[in-house]
């Protein structure tokens, strides 16, 4: 992927270098001293991997506020919160286990730069673009409560009869967030030029690694499809690849 685009703002909240209590305090309610006086660096982070992450975050940032214009609406930017260990989120307690998630709460995409790691390390999906699809996939998720989708399924699961019906609505909610991601990287590449070859399967190397099926093969041994929350790898990849090959939000109907 080629970076070095500069003259991209980014809305970074908050770098955090300190522990999980100094991130308690900023998080937590009014009236909460912070414990310890650690510096807190606000800004873009400056070194390499969360430098990328801000980058390729300022590029999801054009990508969509090119999209909603056309639409004649303005793109609220998500939040970028990087962390490390835990934090309180407006979606309550995470752990760096939880892997990168967005809170539509509070607006805000929340990394744990480990994460990365691992995706290498035990997803063995190498490589930059591995690492924007995920970003471009969290971003999937604050277009999607921006759109007002993610309250409609919130209600339609709510009233669902079995778990498994609330499993397949989630699914289809993450095959969308993946194909925005496609979108995503559509615009970076005809309107910015930034894939380059082996980047596309970059991308769905890592779509199929955290397939749910890739993932309870490994975990338990076997395949639960009921228990699905996020899709099959080849149908992750398969929604990836409409959006990267339509470049349409309307292509992205993965509720039909
Ligand atoms: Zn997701």
């Given at each position: 992927m080629k970076l070095g685009i500069g003259g991209i703002v980014?809305?970074?909240?908050?770098?955090f270098i300190g522990g999980p209590d100094l991130v308690m305090s900023l998080f937590s309610g009014a009236g909460s001293q912070p414990q310890s006086e650690a510096p807190i660096e606000a800004g873009t982070p400056?070194?390499?991997?969360?430098?990328?992450?801000?980058?390729v975050l300022g590029d999801t940032e054009e990508t969509w506020t090119a999209i909603f214009s056309q639409a004649g609406r303005q793109y609220p930017s998500p939040y970028l919160v990087l962390f490390s260990q835990g934090i309180n989120t407006g979606c309550g307690q995470a752990s760096s286990a939880a892997g990168p998630f967005y809170c539509p709460a509070d607006n805000k995409l929340y990394i744990d730069l480990a994460f990365f790691r691992q995706l290498e390390s035990e997803f063995s999906a190498q490589g930059d673009f591995a690492k924007a699809y995920v970003i471009a996939h969290e971003v999937g998720h604050h277009v999607q409560t921006v759109l007002g989708t993610s309250a409609k399924v919130r209600e339609a699961q709510q009233l669902s009869r079995s778990e498994a019906e609330v499993n397949a609505l989630q699914v289809r909610m993450e095959l969308q967030a993946d194909c925005y991601a496609g979108i995503w990287a559509h615009h970076a590449d005809s309107a910015r030029q930034l894939v380059e070859q082996g980047d596309i399967?970059?991308?769905?190397?890592?779509?199929?690694?955290?397939?749910?099926?890739?993932?309870?093969?490994?975990?338990?041994?076997?395949?639960?499809?009921?228990?699905?929350?996020?899709?099959?790898g080849a149908e992750r990849q398969q929604w990836f690849r409409k959006g990267y090959s339509t470049g349409s939000v309307d292509a992205c109907n993965t509720f039909q």
């Open positions: 980014v809305a970074i909240i908050a770098y400056s070194d390499e991997a969360g430098a990328f992450v801000s980058h399967d970059e991308a769905l190397t890592a779509a199929s690694a955290v397939g749910d099926d890739t993932i309870q093969k490994r975990v338990q041994g076997h395949v639960n499809q009921e228990s699905f929350t996020h899709g099959s």
